[in-house]
């Protein structure tokens, strides 16, 4: 199906991880011009920038101005900015209880997950409304929507960024005309870092024990969704939606 994305320009934040190259390469699939969020992972971002004929782009996105710096940056090099994907995020490594986790760590993730999408928002959106135009994806987690044991700080700030934050931006921007914005809730999502590093037969068990269709989700089935979504000729009549990419999951064993 043709998407209509062919030369348009797309920003893809956290595009250097292991779902954001899938969803920089799918963009690239379509013809779009497409524009390499980082942080940190300079080389990975500029080794897919080649690889795709994309750009590059650096940003601390827990800070409001370098988020606005990142989109002046986008918009000048490539004449303009169509589609912004907030991927952009970080997924504490160790499992612990509410009450074990610091004000220290809770803070940082809030910061690094729900802060870092609504600085991309923000910073998007007020491009949006001079251009009357344009498609937000913001990228959740299915934790959530059902929670995560060990992760309530990572579950309550993608949680926050699929409900109140998307349902809240859906009407700010409604005076704006065509401006959408829906959001992805990927589930168990088997990357290319976590096939390296291996993955217990027996959590993978767990993670598929409430799911319709009994496999993993692939990085490309999430970047497919986000570019459906981003779609003006597909999705054109599609805005404030949450579409999880999680094999039918119906909650999470504990």
Not at 97 to 123: C, Q
Not at 233 to 247: D, L, P, R, Y
Request: proline share 2%; charged share 20%; glycine share 12%.
């Amino acid at each position: 199906m043709e998407t209509g994305l062919k030369g348009k320009s797309v920003l893809v934040t956290g595009g250097a991880g292991g779902i954001g190259k899938a969803i920089c390469r799918q963009f690239a699939e379509e013809g779009a011009n497409v524009a390499i969020h980082y942080h940190t992972s300079v080389d990975d971002a500029n080794s897919l920038a080649s690889e795709i004929g994309g750009i590059a782009v650096q940003a601390d996105l827990r800070i409001h101005s370098e988020a606005d710096e990142m989109v002046r940056f986008v918009v000048s090099e490539s004449g303009g900015l169509d589609v912004c994907v907030a991927n952009s995020g970080l997924y504490p490594p160790e499992h612990m209880p509410l009450w074990e986790i610091d004000e220290g760590r809770w803070d940082a993730t809030v910061r690094s997950n729900l802060g870092v999408t609504v600085n991309t928002a923000r910073s998007f959106l007020a491009y949006a409304a001079r251009t009357k135009s344009g498609s937000l994806v913001l990228v959740g987690s299915t934790a959530g929507i059902y929670g995560e044991a060990g992760h309530s700080d990572y579950a309550a700030a993608k949680g926050a960024i699929t409900t109140g934050l998307l349902l809240s931006l859906k009407n700010d921007v409604s005076q704006l005309g065509s401006v959408r914005v829906n959001a992805v809730a990927p589930g168990w999502t088997l990357t290319e870092k976590k096939s390296e590093m291996g993955l217990d037969e027996g959590v993978m068990e767990r993670a598929k024990a409430t799911m319709a269709l009994k496999k993993l989700a692939k990085p490309t089935d999430v970047a497919r969704a986000i570019v459906t979504l981003s779609s003006d000729k597909i999705s054109g009549h599609i805005t404030g939606q949450v579409i999880e990419v999680a094999g039918g999951m119906e909650g999470r064993l504990i």
